[in-house]
Protein backbone atom coordinates (compact mmCIF):
# COMPACT_ATOMS: atom_id res chain seq x y z
CA UNK A 1 0.00 0.00 0.00
CA UNK A 2 1.35 3.79 -0.91
CA UNK A 3 3.02 5.25 1.83
CA UNK A 4 1.60 8.67 2.65
CA UNK A 5 3.09 11.88 4.55
CA UNK A 6 -0.24 14.25 5.28
CA UNK A 7 1.56 17.26 5.17
CA UNK A 8 -1.20 19.66 6.56
CA UNK A 9 -2.70 18.13 9.79
CA UNK A 10 -4.09 20.13 12.70
CA UNK A 11 -4.37 19.14 16.11
CA UNK A 12 -6.06 21.61 18.59
CA UNK A 13 -7.53 21.78 22.32
CA UNK A 14 -9.05 24.70 23.51
CA UNK A 15 -8.80 24.83 26.97
CA UNK A 16 -5.51 24.48 27.02
CA UNK A 17 -4.98 27.26 23.84
CA UNK A 18 -6.88 30.28 22.98
CA UNK A 19 -7.91 30.04 18.50
CA UNK A 20 -9.71 33.20 18.14
CA UNK A 21 -10.41 32.16 15.03
CA UNK A 22 -12.93 29.89 15.79
CA UNK A 23 -15.36 31.87 16.99
CA UNK A 24 -18.41 30.72 14.25
CA UNK A 25 -17.13 27.43 13.62
CA UNK A 26 -19.22 25.58 15.94
CA UNK A 27 -18.41 21.87 14.67
CA UNK A 28 -14.44 22.82 15.21
CA UNK A 29 -14.75 23.98 18.74
CA UNK A 30 -14.10 21.29 20.70
CA UNK A 31 -10.71 19.03 21.29
CA UNK A 32 -9.05 17.11 18.54
CA UNK A 33 -6.42 14.52 19.88
CA UNK A 34 -3.63 12.57 17.98
CA UNK A 35 -6.37 9.32 18.69
CA UNK A 36 -9.06 11.55 17.04
CA UNK A 37 -6.49 11.57 13.91
CA UNK A 38 -5.95 8.02 13.80
CA UNK A 39 -9.65 7.28 13.87
CA UNK A 40 -9.87 9.65 11.39
CA UNK A 41 -7.46 8.45 8.44
CA UNK A 42 -8.78 4.65 9.31
CA UNK A 43 -7.22 2.17 7.07
CA UNK A 44 -5.23 4.82 4.90
CA UNK A 45 -1.64 4.29 5.00
CA UNK A 46 -0.67 7.60 6.58
CA UNK A 47 3.23 6.85 8.08
CA UNK A 48 3.28 10.44 9.20
CA UNK A 49 2.29 14.21 9.33
CA UNK A 50 3.42 17.28 9.17
CA UNK A 51 1.45 19.61 12.10
CA UNK A 52 0.47 22.76 10.91
CA UNK A 53 -0.06 25.68 13.51
CA UNK A 54 -3.24 25.72 14.41
CA UNK A 55 -3.38 29.59 13.96
CA UNK A 56 -3.22 30.24 18.17
CA UNK A 57 -3.07 33.34 19.77
CA UNK A 58 -0.27 35.18 19.26
CA UNK A 59 0.84 34.74 23.16
CA UNK A 60 0.25 30.91 22.73
CA UNK A 61 2.61 30.36 19.76
CA UNK A 62 5.49 28.63 21.89
CA UNK A 63 2.72 27.15 24.17
CA UNK A 64 1.39 25.14 20.87
CA UNK A 65 4.80 23.71 19.84
CA UNK A 66 5.55 22.61 23.79
CA UNK A 67 2.19 20.63 23.65
CA UNK A 68 2.48 19.09 20.08
CA UNK A 69 6.25 18.08 20.80
CA UNK A 70 4.78 16.26 24.00
CA UNK A 71 2.18 14.65 22.04
CA UNK A 72 4.74 13.83 18.92
CA UNK A 73 7.29 12.04 21.76
CA UNK A 74 4.33 10.02 22.93
CA UNK A 75 2.02 9.42 19.85
CA UNK A 76 4.90 8.75 17.08
CA UNK A 77 2.83 10.60 14.42
CA UNK A 78 3.88 13.91 13.94
CA UNK A 79 7.19 14.22 12.07
CA UNK A 80 7.69 18.01 11.65
CA UNK A 81 5.77 21.01 12.98
CA UNK A 82 5.06 24.42 11.06
CA UNK A 83 5.05 26.54 13.15
CA UNK A 84 2.97 30.07 14.32
CA UNK A 85 4.82 33.52 14.61
CA UNK A 86 3.83 37.16 14.12
CA UNK A 87 6.30 37.73 11.36
CA UNK A 88 5.26 40.93 10.47
CA UNK A 89 6.17 42.30 14.19
CA UNK A 90 9.58 43.88 14.66
CA UNK A 91 10.08 41.69 17.51
CA UNK A 92 9.69 38.69 15.78
CA UNK A 93 13.12 37.34 15.64
CA UNK A 94 12.99 36.54 19.94
CA UNK A 95 9.82 34.31 18.38
CA UNK A 96 11.74 32.64 15.97
CA UNK A 97 14.73 31.86 18.29
CA UNK A 98 12.89 30.06 20.61
CA UNK A 99 10.66 27.90 18.23
CA UNK A 100 13.75 26.88 16.26
CA UNK A 101 15.38 25.53 19.32
CA UNK A 102 12.39 22.45 18.89
CA UNK A 103 14.29 19.76 16.36
CA UNK A 104 10.50 19.54 15.20
CA UNK A 105 9.81 23.36 13.64
CA UNK A 106 10.83 23.21 10.34
CA UNK A 107 8.53 25.88 9.08
CA UNK A 108 6.51 28.99 9.83
CA UNK A 109 3.17 29.72 8.98
CA UNK A 110 1.71 33.56 9.16
CA UNK A 111 -2.02 33.28 7.40
CA UNK A 112 -3.29 36.28 5.01
CA UNK A 113 -6.50 33.65 4.82
CA UNK A 114 -8.51 35.80 7.40
CA UNK A 115 -6.59 38.70 7.17
CA UNK A 116 -8.58 41.65 5.49
CA UNK A 117 -6.19 43.25 3.89
CA UNK A 118 -5.14 41.34 0.77
CA UNK A 119 -1.89 43.00 0.45
CA UNK A 120 -0.57 41.48 3.52
CA UNK A 121 2.07 39.58 1.55
CA UNK A 122 3.28 42.33 -0.07
CA UNK A 123 3.82 44.43 3.28
CA UNK A 124 7.64 45.33 3.50
CA UNK A 125 6.97 44.24 7.17
CA UNK A 126 5.70 40.57 6.29
CA UNK A 127 8.56 40.72 3.39
CA UNK A 128 11.35 41.43 6.13
CA UNK A 129 10.00 38.73 8.26
CA UNK A 130 10.07 35.81 6.27
CA UNK A 131 13.60 36.85 5.02
CA UNK A 132 14.88 36.45 8.67
CA UNK A 133 13.46 32.72 7.94
CA UNK A 134 16.79 31.93 5.76
CA UNK A 135 18.79 32.65 9.09
CA UNK A 136 17.05 29.37 10.70
CA UNK A 137 16.47 26.99 7.91
CA UNK A 138 12.81 27.50 8.11
CA UNK A 139 10.42 27.64 5.42
CA UNK A 140 7.07 29.52 5.17
CA UNK A 141 3.49 28.43 5.16
CA UNK A 142 2.12 30.70 2.10
CA UNK A 143 -1.94 30.30 2.91
CA UNK A 144 -3.06 32.79 0.87
CA UNK A 145 -7.14 33.02 -0.54
CA UNK A 146 -7.58 33.48 -4.53
CA UNK A 147 -7.48 37.17 -4.09
CA UNK A 148 -4.95 37.28 -2.37
CA UNK A 149 -2.45 35.59 -4.73
CA UNK A 150 -1.11 39.05 -6.80
CA UNK A 151 0.54 39.58 -3.38
CA UNK A 152 1.96 36.59 -2.29
CA UNK A 153 3.73 36.55 -5.75
CA UNK A 154 4.96 39.34 -4.78
CA UNK A 155 6.10 37.75 -1.15
CA UNK A 156 7.86 34.99 -3.31
CA UNK A 157 9.53 37.22 -5.77
CA UNK A 158 11.14 39.16 -3.08
CA UNK A 159 12.38 36.17 -0.83
CA UNK A 160 14.23 33.50 -3.26
CA UNK A 161 16.27 31.94 -0.70
CA UNK A 162 12.92 30.67 0.98
CA UNK A 163 11.23 27.55 0.17
CA UNK A 164 7.81 28.25 -0.08
CA UNK A 165 4.58 25.53 0.51
CA UNK A 166 1.15 26.72 -0.64
CA UNK A 167 -1.52 26.03 1.32
CA UNK A 168 -4.87 25.00 0.04
CA UNK A 169 -4.06 24.68 -3.86
CA UNK A 170 -4.57 28.85 -3.48
CA UNK A 171 -7.84 29.09 -2.34
CA UNK A 172 -9.70 28.69 -5.51
CA UNK A 173 -13.27 29.98 -5.07
CA UNK A 174 -14.88 26.87 -6.77
CA UNK A 175 -18.05 27.04 -4.93
CA UNK A 176 -18.66 30.63 -7.68
CA UNK A 177 -17.17 28.03 -10.55
CA UNK A 178 -14.21 30.94 -10.66
CA UNK A 179 -10.73 29.62 -12.84
CA UNK A 180 -9.49 32.59 -13.53
CA UNK A 181 -7.86 34.76 -12.62
CA UNK A 182 -6.40 32.03 -9.52
CA UNK A 183 -5.62 29.70 -12.86
CA UNK A 184 -2.91 32.75 -14.29
CA UNK A 185 -2.05 33.75 -10.70
CA UNK A 186 -1.06 29.85 -9.56
CA UNK A 187 0.94 29.65 -12.90
CA UNK A 188 2.98 32.49 -12.10
CA UNK A 189 3.79 31.08 -8.74
CA UNK A 190 5.04 27.57 -9.61
CA UNK A 191 7.24 29.71 -11.89
CA UNK A 192 9.36 29.77 -9.34
CA UNK A 193 11.31 26.63 -8.08
CA UNK A 194 11.46 27.69 -4.73
CA UNK A 195 7.66 27.18 -4.62
CA UNK A 196 5.51 24.11 -4.00
CA UNK A 197 2.03 23.37 -3.06
CA UNK A 198 -0.09 21.16 -1.12
CA UNK A 199 -3.20 19.73 -2.64
CA UNK A 200 -5.19 20.48 0.80
CA UNK A 201 -8.16 22.53 1.71
CA UNK A 202 -10.48 22.72 -1.37
CA UNK A 203 -13.25 20.40 -0.22
CA UNK A 204 -14.14 23.76 2.23
CA UNK A 205 -13.69 26.28 -0.48
CA UNK A 206 -16.38 23.86 -2.75
CA UNK A 207 -19.83 24.05 -3.60
CA UNK A 208 -22.11 22.74 -1.11
CA UNK A 209 -22.71 19.46 -2.19
CA UNK A 210 -19.38 19.11 -4.21
CA UNK A 211 -18.49 16.24 -6.36
CA UNK A 212 -14.63 14.71 -7.45
CA UNK A 213 -15.29 15.52 -11.03
CA UNK A 214 -16.19 19.35 -9.41
CA UNK A 215 -12.53 19.66 -8.39
CA UNK A 216 -10.63 17.73 -10.91
CA UNK A 217 -9.85 21.26 -13.47
CA UNK A 218 -8.33 22.43 -10.64
CA UNK A 219 -6.45 19.58 -9.34
CA UNK A 220 -5.56 18.74 -12.52
CA UNK A 221 -4.25 22.32 -13.67
CA UNK A 222 -2.06 22.24 -10.51
CA UNK A 223 -0.75 19.03 -12.21
CA UNK A 224 0.21 21.32 -15.14
CA UNK A 225 2.44 23.67 -13.51
CA UNK A 226 4.08 21.85 -10.54
CA UNK A 227 4.16 18.69 -12.20
CA UNK A 228 4.38 15.80 -9.48
CA UNK A 229 7.44 16.54 -8.54
CA UNK A 230 6.42 20.15 -6.36
CA UNK A 231 3.01 18.73 -5.14
CA UNK A 232 2.15 17.64 -1.74
CA UNK A 233 -0.75 16.17 -0.24
CA UNK A 234 -2.70 17.38 2.46
CA UNK A 235 -5.78 16.19 4.00
CA UNK A 236 -6.73 19.97 6.09
CA UNK A 237 -8.19 17.83 8.98
CA UNK A 238 -10.02 18.51 10.72
CA UNK A 239 -11.12 21.32 8.82
CA UNK A 240 -12.10 19.37 6.16
CA UNK A 241 -14.48 17.98 8.22
CA UNK A 242 -16.64 20.98 7.13
CA UNK A 243 -17.51 19.75 3.98
CA UNK A 244 -16.09 16.06 3.69
CA UNK A 245 -14.48 13.15 6.11
CA UNK A 246 -10.69 12.21 5.42
CA UNK A 247 -11.37 9.53 3.39
CA UNK A 248 -14.14 11.52 0.95
CA UNK A 249 -11.46 13.95 0.17
CA UNK A 250 -8.60 11.14 -0.41
CA UNK A 251 -10.74 9.22 -2.63
CA UNK A 252 -11.11 12.11 -4.89
CA UNK A 253 -7.84 13.41 -4.97
CA UNK A 254 -7.14 10.13 -5.81
CA UNK A 255 -9.69 9.70 -8.46
CA UNK A 256 -8.28 13.29 -10.03
CA UNK A 257 -4.60 11.67 -10.79
CA UNK A 258 -5.83 7.77 -11.60
CA UNK A 259 -3.44 8.71 -14.98
CA UNK A 260 -0.39 9.06 -12.60
CA UNK A 261 2.55 6.58 -12.54
CA UNK A 262 3.13 4.70 -9.33
CA UNK A 263 6.32 6.92 -9.30
CA UNK A 264 4.30 10.00 -9.83
CA UNK A 265 1.64 9.23 -6.59
CA UNK A 266 4.81 8.30 -5.28
CA UNK A 267 5.70 11.94 -5.10
CA UNK A 268 2.73 13.48 -4.26
CA UNK A 269 1.76 11.33 -1.58
CA UNK A 270 4.73 10.86 0.03
CA UNK A 271 8.37 11.62 -1.04
CA UNK A 272 8.05 15.47 -1.80
CA UNK A 273 6.74 15.83 1.31
CA UNK A 274 9.76 13.95 3.09
CA UNK A 275 12.21 16.13 1.22
CA UNK A 276 10.76 19.27 1.67
CA UNK A 277 10.13 19.30 5.07
CA UNK A 278 13.44 17.27 6.34
CA UNK A 279 11.67 14.35 7.77
Given at each position: MQKIIDTHQHLWDTSNLEYPWLDGFDLLQQKYTSQDYRNAIGDINVVKSVHVEGDPAETDVIKEVEWLTQIAETDGMIGAIAAAAPLEKPDVETTLEKLAAYSLVVGIRRMAWHNPDNEFYAT????????????????????AKHDQLPAAIMLVEATPNIMHAVNHCGGPNIKDDEFEPWATHMKKLAAFQNVYCKVSGIVSVASENWSAAELKPYIQHLVEIFGYNRLMFGSDWPVCTLAANYSEWFEALLSAVDDASDAEKNRLFYQNALDFYRM
Open positions: SELINGVRLLAKYNLSFELC
